[in-house]
DNA sequence: CAACTCTCCCTTTTT
DNA sequence: GGGAGAGTTG
């Protein structure tokens, strides 16, 4: 699925989307014209000997991809080839073992490395791999919450709330309580509940914990109601989604026995990213010592491989903990330890800087990188002015490196703490017309227009999901308001119905006025006509289009004035582009998989060759096994998919609510390759580059001002440097900034702590605080604060004396107001000579190169 | 009921 | 600087 993660990155592509009429032309008749979709390329190879497999890996490699029996904990440090192990075991297993691939769970960290491990293990043993499970833990939970309708109060549709939805219903729920927002932000207790549900304490058991009138009573209150209205609502949070199947396998031991014996081989990357809900989820799949239910068979738990560097856990801020990673051996007994010490990515020079680095923190089991690709270029410093110095100075060496053919812009990458601090870099990148892309920040899923959107859909799909419901009950503006939301929501408090439910008896509030009745009908019978048309199989883009035309949403947009509104426009038509997609690739997929059955299945053979590997223990028979559920049954599998494949609406909602638009991380082999990446430390992960910028290193910024004074939170963000250093394959640059903007005021920050901590003898310093000192003294005392201001803050300093530019068609340009345009033709001569400019989103002007403020770059 | 202004945070990091 | 939510006015 091809989703755009910032408004940038298409204009850098192309500015206006081909869908989108400049604004001047008026509307297509058609505004969402139909796309054909590739078929993805078919994988037929057949099976890879052992020998082949083994091919170019050292020997803690190979024993990794070999192993059989007990559970294994692969230490791997950065770039040592882990995917590469995890891939090649699970061609291995399949190969050469024989292992059915429905057999096996694998859990990567990202939706991304989930498609391309499923990708490569495909290349490697053929289409049969397709039966894999390789997801993420999130997405593994809502398949198997799926599968087990009906034995927990999860229907077969239901939302699932990301943060932006939690957050508003925890706000409903914190004015219904009447909680003070002083002392009970819902920041707060969001996570407070989160940690809650992260440790698997639910509701009931937090207010037993909680003592009388304390401040935890609070918490564990709101906790209960919002829990309550998430179950009304039909609805799971991000959390809930793990916390729900840990308990369903807990409470139901014959269910969790099937998925134990289901699945043989559990597979989990970034283990030390997992937190405690994560690791019991593994425990109850894989642990040796769980108790089966009384009337339930044992079967030999699956063989766990767990794969990760506790120097790389870097989400400790979201329940992540080392303890699983660290007492590994001790939650498996018989565990076998395999170190992965050679690192294949990077050169000498920068494992040195990484490895001094993360030398410093305590408490961690010493491991030394080492790598035999030589030494290398130095590591390049820099010491910048401001913000925008720096990012100058970034832009030039991506230059420099790419005319000395040392580094396409494909292979180069920059780095930040926070989200915020791409601002600089995008402006300088602009303007000197270096393309990038930025990975994260303010994300598509996260557009206004785009979750309005989304909450049509899942009101259509989940008329109980309140959240949604509300969201979009007045908007477009129908006239619905306040007032008559409140009488509605009165209404449904009373009678402990949902929000969606009440709207249909409005009849039964006398208090309504007339007119805002009608509009509530009216809006019913809006969402009726579009479950209708799910019911009859409608897919999910055809009812997105239909919503939003019959709403009233696109015509807002399209009859605003509003410059922005065009913008949403084409969020929108992507986003119909992206169901479409979604849609036909589902299509795709479900006519593949019979393909698979037909061409690389032997389902008899398959069985034999599977009951035979799985071992019932001692004093239980195979045949004793419970009948109705088949887990090696390869047809079930299908049958399961085939069903998600019939709600065409609810499985692109679901898609939509678990990727991440850090999914979108370009990949080599994609047509992106020609583009700098931006993005921050944690998007990182995983991840490598020819050339690396690592940018912002002060202290406040990177460590963070909120981690100085925490020893644990100071050695978490040392592990992000260490991230960060790793990702490097030939060049590493750091920078940081004397002075930096921050919410429009200047800040003067000291050179980050790990910059010192980077050996001096591997940087090449081009530029040191010395340098900036002298300047500050002999022209920062002599300037106004306002001018001070203007040159470190926000706002573009712009030259005083401005020559008129000379500009021919194709020329690019910079103006005040419009931002970035090309020249598509001039007319006239001297003072008069006017240019076409088109500003993309802004449309095309006619400018007097005399008066208009433009710039040539 | 909607449009407008004002104030208050905001900036950690994300499945 | 800027977005979201609250508060105020038409």
């Known amino acids: 699925m091809s989703v755009p993660t910032s408004r940038v990155d298409q204009e850098m592509t192309s500015a206006p989307h081909p869908f989108v009429p400049a604004p001047s032309d008026g509307l297509p008749d058609d505004l969402f014209p139909e796309v054909t979709v590739a078929r993805p390329r078919a994988r037929k190879s057949s099976a890879p000997s052992t020998d082949k497999l083994l091919e170019g890996l050292n020997p803690p490699q190979q024993e990794a991809v070999l192993h059989a029996g007990g559970p ?383 909450a049509y859909l899942r009101a259509i799909s989940n008329r109980s999901d309140d959240v949604s419901v509300r969201r979009i009950l007045n908007v477009p503006k129908r006239g619905i308001g306040d007032r008559a939301e409140a009488a509605v929501a009165d209404l449904a ?90 849609v036909s690739g589902v299509a795709v997929l479900a006519a593949a998989d019979d393909d698979v059955v037909e061409q690389a299945f032997d389902p008899a053979a398959e069985l034999a060759a599977l009951t035979a590997s799985v071992e019932p223990r001692a004093g239980v028979r195979l045949a004793e096994l419970p009948p109705e559920f088949d887990p090696l049954d390869p047809e079930q599998d299908l049958a399961a998919g085939a069903a998600e494949v019939d709600d065409s609406l609810g499985a692109f909602l679901e898609r939509v609510a678990l990727v991440a638009d850090s999914d979108q991380i370009p990949s080599p082999d994609q047509e992106s390759a020609g583009v700098v990446t931006l993005m921050t430390l944690h998007t990182a992960k995983g991840l490598e580059f020819d050339n690396v910028f690592l940018t912002g290193f002060e202290d406040g910024v990177f460590p963070h001002m909120r981690a100085l004074n925490d020893p644990d939170e100071l050695a978490e963000e040392r592990r992000l440097a260490y991230v960060g250093i790793t990702r490097a394959r030939k060049r590493l640059h750091v920078s940081r900034a004397i002075v930096r903007a921050a919410w429009g005021t200047p800040q003067h920050n000291p050179a980050s702590r790990f910059l010192t901590e980077i050996p001096d003898r591997l940087v090449d310093w081009r530029r040191t605080e010395r340098a900036v000192t002298s300047w500050r003294n002999t022209s920062a005392t ?31 340009v910079l103006h005040s107001t419009f931002g970035l345009g090309s020249v598509v033709a001039t007319s006239g001569a001297g003072d008069d000579t006017k240019a076409d400019v088109d500003f993309g989103s802004a449309g095309l002007k006619r400018l007097s190169l005399k008066h208009a403020p433009l710039e040539k770059l």
């Open 72 to 454: 294994v904990l692969v230490v791997a440090g950065a770039g040592s080839g882990k995917t590469r192990v995890l891939t090649r075991r699970i061609a291995h297993l399949v190969g050469e073992r024989k292992v059915h691939p429905g057999s096996i769970l694998a859990i990567t960290f990202t939706n991304k490395a989930a498609a391309e491990m499923r990708g490569r293990v495909m290349d490697l043993v053929g289409n049969r791999a397709k039966l894999m499970w390789v997801s993420t833990f999130h997405s593994a939970c809502v398949r198997i919450l799926r599968s087990e309708i009906g034995r927990f109060h999860v229907s077969r549709t239901f939302s699932i709330y990301d943060d932006a939805d939690s957050k508003r219903l925890m706000q409903l729920v914190a004015n219904d309580l009447e909680l003070d927002p002083k002392r009970f932000p819902v920041r707060a207790i969001m996570t407070w509940v989160s940690n809650c549900k992260n440790e698997l304490v639910d509701h009931e058991s937090a207010r037993g914990r909680a003592a009388e009138g304390s401040v935890e009573a609070s918490y564990a209150e709101a906790y209960a109601e919002y829990q309550r209205r998430l179950i009304a609502a039909n609805a799971l949070d991000f959390d809930d989604l793990i916390m729900t199947t840990v308990h369903l396998l807990q409470a139901f031991p014959d269910l969790r026995e099937q998925y134990r014996r289901r699945f043989r081989h559990v597979l989990v990357d970034e283990y030390q990213d997992t937190n405690h809900a994560q690791y019991v989820l593994v425990r109850e799949l894989c642990s040796a010592d769980v108790e089966p239910g009384p009337e339930t068979i044992a079967a030999e738990p699956p063989e766990l491989m767990v794969v990760g560097d506790s120097d790389q856990s870097i989400y400790a801020f979201r329940g992540a903990t080392i303890r699983n990673i660290n007492d590994f051996e001790l939650d498996f007994p018989g565990a076998r330890t395999i170190m992965l010490e050679q690192n294949y990515r990077s050169t000498q020079t920068i494992l040195s800087a990484a490895n001094a680095v993360i030398g410093q923190n305590t408490g961690r089991k010493p491991k030394n990188l080492w790598s035999d690709a030589g030494d290398g270029a130095m590591i390049v410093g820099y010491v910048a002015d401001t913000e925008h110095d720096e990012a100058q100075f970034v832009a030039g060496e991506i230059d420099r490196l790419s005319d000395a053919d040392e580094g396409r812009y494909g292979d180069t990458a920059v780095f930040y703490r926070t989200n915020a601090q791409s601002r600089a870099f995008e402006e300088v990148f602009i303007r000197v017309g270096l393309p990038y892309k930025v990975v994260g920040g303010v994300r598509f899923y996260e557009r206004r227009e785009v979750r309005d959107a989304i």
């Open 493 to 582: 408090n009373r009678e402990r119905i949902s929000f969606g439910e009440a709207l249909r008896r409005i009849d039964d509030i006398p208090s309504l006025a007339t007119r805002s009745a009608n509009q509530l009908r009216g809006f019913v019978d809006l969402m009726d006509a579009h479950e209708a048309m799910v019911a009859e199989g409608a897919p999910a883009d055809a009812i997105l289009t239909s919503v939003l035309e019959a709403s009233g949403y696109l015509a807002e947009l399209q009859s605003s004035s509003d410059p922005q509104d065009q913008t949403r426009l084409e969020n929108l038509v992507e986003l119909v582009t992206v169901a479409r997609e979604f």
């Open 782 to 812: 002599t300037r106004s604060s306002q001018s001070w201001r203007s040159t470190v803050g926000y706002a573009a300093p712009k030259p005083k004396v401005r020559e008129i530019p000379v500009l021919t068609a194709g020329d690019r």
